[in-house]
């Protein structure tokens, strides 16, 4: 089992950047491929990045293509979403996500296919 924390969340202008973390705990034995999803309110959970257990394979929603970058540091067990170019409709509450991963290519895309999330981390983009 996984356990997931988040951090570097927090307030900015738009046009601004943040740098989120995410900290794996636990069986970090196993490879895990991992993402980030965004809840805004009153809307559902959408997707945001993905990456695959070697890290050397990525994925992004096409809003945040050019803007996002979705990294991970194996050695320190952390993850992390680059982003930058900030606008007010990236305003969300910020979650990763781990699932166990056969191959060390596959990324994940949607909410159903992680078990394991974090607590969130809340970013908000001022106009």
């Known amino acids: 089992q996984v356990q997931l924390v988040e951090s570097g969340g927090g307030a900015v202008q738009a046009g601004g950047s943040l740098r989120l973390s995410c900290a794996a705990s636990g069986r970090t034995d196993s490879t895990y491929a991992m993402g980030w999803f965004r809840q805004a309110p009153g809307k559902e959970r959408e997707f945001v990045a993905a990456?695959?257990?070697?890290?050397?394979?990525?994925y992004y929603t096409d809003s945040v293509k050019g803007r996002f970058t979705i990294s991970r540091d194996n050695a320190k067990n952390t993850m992390f979403l680059q982003m930058n170019n900030l606008m007010p409709e990236d305003t969300a509450v910020y979650y990763c996500a781990a699932r166990f991963a056969q191959y060390s290519s596959t990324r994940y895309t949607t909410s159903k296919e992680y078990p394991t999330w974090g607590q969130g981390t809340q970013v908000a983009v001022s106009s």
């Open positions: 990456i695959s257990s070697s890290g050397g394979y990525t």
